[in-house]
């Protein structure tokens, strides 16, 4: 199967690649398929902005699509940056600047009390048909970077059961309990429930 990745990220969509190669499915970008719009995520909650984003492109190219919306929600700001992760601090700015604005933001309060959690939601349109698959992590943010792996918060996104970072993990490490690696294994599960129904 064919699957087109409703992202311009390209470290997200590398991450994704690896996380589905087992599946021996073809990933495509959204640039291969000739798509260049931006798409503009208004939606109110992670489903309805991978909905969003996967319908823009299926609508396009009718073919079998995949996006991915995360976000990082920090409990002492009340899940901010949540759906706003990817434009915290402005949209041009770089993963370090993101991270010293929300440096900024905590540096009133206590270390201790800097929880917080990774959200994951894919969209899978498939024959008209949306699919969602969900994963969460929990940690703690570090007033310093650690670890030269992953991309974004991951170098101050601290897993206390592990002792790391999750930029200090091997991706193949990493991909076993994070997030994304937790919707990307139900997501790999229901295409082999796809592949069994297809044989049968």
Same mark, same amino acid.
């Given at each position: 199967?064919?699957?087109?990745?409703? *992202?311009?990220?390209?470290?997200? @969509?590398?991450?994704?690649?690896?996380?589905?190669?087992? *599946?021996?499915?073809?990933?495509?970008?959204?640039?291969?398929?000739?798509?260049?719009?931006?798409?503009? #995520?208004?939606? !109110? &909650?992670?489903?309805?902005?991978?909905?969003?984003?996967?319908?823009?492109?299926?609508?396009?190219?009718?073919?079998?699509?995949?996006?991915?919306? *995360?976000?990082?929600?920090?409990?002492?700001?009340?899940? !901010?940056?949540?759906?706003?992760?990817?434009?915290?601090?402005? +949209? /041009?700015? &770089?993963?370090?600047?993101?991270?010293?604005?929300?440096? &900024? @933001?905590?540096?009133?309060?206590?270390?201790? =009390?800097?929880?917080? &959690?990774?959200?994951?939601?894919?969209?899978?349109?498939?024959?008209?048909?949306?699919?969602? $698959?969900?994963?969460?992590?929990?940690?703690?943010?570090?007033? =310093? /970077?650690?670890?030269?792996?992953?991309?974004?918060?991951?170098? +101050? $996104?601290?897993?206390?059961?592990?002792?790391?970072?999750?930029? %200090?993990?091997?991706?193949?490490?990493?991909? /076993?309990?994070?997030?994304?690696?937790? !919707?990307? *294994? /139900?997501?790999?599960?229901?295409? =082999?429930?796809? %592949? %069994? #129904?297809?044989?049968?």
């Amino acid at each position: 199967m064919k699957i087109v990745i409703a *992202t311009n990220n390209m470290d997200k @969509l590398a991450e994704l690649r690896s996380l589905l190669e087992p *599946t021996g499915c073809v990933l495509i970008s959204m640039a291969e398929v000739g798509f260049t719009d931006e798409i503009a #995520e208004k939606g !109110a &909650s992670y489903h309805e902005n991978a909905y969003i984003k996967a319908k823009a492109v299926f609508d396009f190219c009718r073919c079998p699509v995949l996006a991915d919306d *995360t976000g990082l929600s920090v409990d002492l700001l009340d899940g !901010a940056p949540g759906l706003y992760t990817a434009r915290f601090a402005g +949209v /041009k700015t &770089s993963y370090a600047d993101k991270i010293e604005a929300l440096w &900024s @933001l905590l540096k009133p309060y206590p270390k201790q =009390q800097w929880t917080a &959690s990774f959200h994951c939601v894919l969209c899978f349109i498939y024959n008209d048909k949306a699919y969602y $698959f969900t994963g969460q992590i929990e940690g703690i943010i570090l007033d =310093q /970077k650690r670890g030269r792996n992953g991309f974004g918060y991951d170098p +101050v $996104f601290y897993l206390p059961d592990i002792g790391l970072t999750t930029a %200090e993990m091997l991706p193949e490490e990493k991909n /076993k309990i994070s997030h994304r690696g937790i !919707a990307m *294994t /139900k997501f790999r599960d229901f295409l =082999q429930d796809l %592949e %069994e #129904e297809a044989d049968r």
